[in-house]
């Protein structure tokens, strides 16, 4: 692992970390202000740090207390001052309507070294289907 994958996994634990806590200053921070962010929700794509908090707030306002995020198989490609990573994350925690949740989701993140400083400029966020009911698709093993 270069410096560069180190420095950018540190990044995605930041990220990972002020999700947990609904920390929006520390995770608004982790983001360069042209931001293009893909979610499951409309409308789809936000662009820059005031569409973003806003909807990381309104992802953060559908949970009664703390939100479980864990990453699994994160990889990471870095190539000068820009890097790729992709990995699946478990949200789990209690909704705001009393209900335990728990949701498999994909996310590609692209990041670049601005000013020294390592900031997300993309991320794209999807969620698996069953293509037969096009519902929410959770795998059995995971």
Not at 96 to 124: D, P, Q
Request: glycine share 4%.
């Amino acid at each position: 692992m270069t410096s560069n994958d180190s420095d950018v996994r540190a990044l995605l634990e930041s990220r990972v970390d002020a999700s947990q806590k609904k920390d929006i200053d520390a995770l608004m921070s982790l983001y360069s202000s042209d931001i293009v962010y893909y979610d499951v929700v409309p409308p789809l794509q936000f662009i820059g740090t005031e569409e973003v908090r806003r909807n990381f707030v309104r992802w953060f306002d559908g949970y009664d207390g703390s939100i479980s995020l864990k990453t699994h198989d994160l990889t990471i490609a870095t190539s000068g001052d820009v890097a790729l990573a992709h990995m699946l994350h478990l949200d789990t925690g209690e909704r705001t309507n009393g209900l335990e949740s728990a949701i498999w989701a994909r996310s590609t993140v692209c990041c670049r070294r601005i000013s020294g400083k390592w900031l997300i400029t993309h991320e794209h966020i999807s969620l698996p289907i069953n293509p037969e009911n096009l519902q929410a698709w959770f795998p059995p093993d995971m």
